[in-house]
């Protein structure tokens, strides 16, 4: 499996990669405030690359639950410089983590290649954008907002609920002109589930692979882990590792993490075990 994300620029899935986080927001709950000025996330963004993150996802806007909306002139303030200067001196793949049509389109101006909207481009202008760009995008599932998801959130069968989801978005941006090609699925931890949800979601993982298209997964330090081993976040890290491979181990292509380079090590052992596996059985894919 290959993500197109440019003319020149082609990111190889068959084995899972790394997306390093970049928080550039002050309220963040792990890492907020840290990577605000330019050349403390060019250091950190280096860093990542070192260590082996094919992408940087960087988001202005903190969407951890019961978090406030940030008006969009902060957000651009907060995002564009830093995408401007990572552009200029990185050839990394650059995702950016807005559900704002107006930051999308800058960030893409400046040198993005990538839009990971937790809001699935709910915001008008937005499709255009995307479609304009020709660039890869993400599918974010999320019940509710980042401000009301956590209220006791409820599915009958969250696997197909969010099965349906991704159908149904699949078909509506195909329609607005948008080639699945392009689209990357992401069942959203933590975005309006409980713990038990997210657990029941990395237990079956593998069943977005019906899609045949990469899947993105975001565990990284979030509650699910926390909670469960009742720790603080900064004590999440093997757990959330534990999560990571746990979901590479079903097919999922891309790793949206803090950690990178322990991350990257997990992975380097989940995939040299893929490689073995199927050297022995072929394909696992299933119907949806
Ligand atoms: C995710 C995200 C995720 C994608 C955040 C946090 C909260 N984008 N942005 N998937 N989570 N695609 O990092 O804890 O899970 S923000």
Do not use: W
């Not at 481009?121 to 998801?149: N, Q, Y």
Request: aromatic share 8%; with cysteine; charged share 25%.
């Amino acid at each position: 499996m290959k993500l197109i994300i440019s003319n020149n620029k082609k990111v190889d899935l068959t084995f899972p990669k790394v997306m390093g986080i970049l928080n550039v927001t002050p309220d963040s709950f792990f890492d907020g405030g840290k990577y605000n000025k330019v050349s403390c996330a060019v250091d950190r963004v280096f860093y990542m690359i070192k260590n082996g993150a094919t992408f940087i996802d960087i988001g202005g806007e903190s969407t951890r639950p019961g978090s406030d909306i940030v008006e969009e002139e902060e957000e651009m303030d907060r995002v564009i410089p830093i995408i401007e200067a990572l552009a200029s001196r990185f050839d990394t793949i650059i995702s950016v983590n807005t559900s704002r049509t107006l930051v999308m389109k800058q960030s893409l101006l400046v040198g993005a290649h990538l839009i990971n909207d937790v809001r699935c481009f709910s915001e008008k202008g937005s499709l255009d954008v995307i479609s304009k760009f020709r660039i890869p995008i993400c599918l974010v599932h999320m019940k509710g907002t980042p401000k009301t998801m956590q209220r006791k959130p409820k599915y009958n069968n969250i696997i197909s609920e969010i099965k349906d989801f991704f159908s149904e978005k699949i078909s509506y941006f195909e329609l607005h002109g948008i080639n699945k090609s392009k689209l990357l699925l992401d069942p959203g931890f933590g975005f309006g589930k409980t713990v038990s949800h997210n657990y029941d979601l990395l237990s079956n993982l593998k069943e977005f692979n019906c899609f045949e298209l990469p899947i993105l997964v975001g565990m990284s330090r979030k509650s699910m882990i926390s909670k469960f081993l009742n720790v603080s976040f900064d004590k999440c890290m093997l757990g959330s590792i534990t999560c990571a491979v746990i979901a590479a181990m079903q097919g999922a292509k891309i790793i949206r993490t803090h950690d990178v380079k322990e991350t990257m090590d997990a992975l380097h052992i989940v995939s040299y075990i893929l490689k073995k596996s199927n050297k022995f059985n072929n394909k696992d894919t299933n119907k949806c």
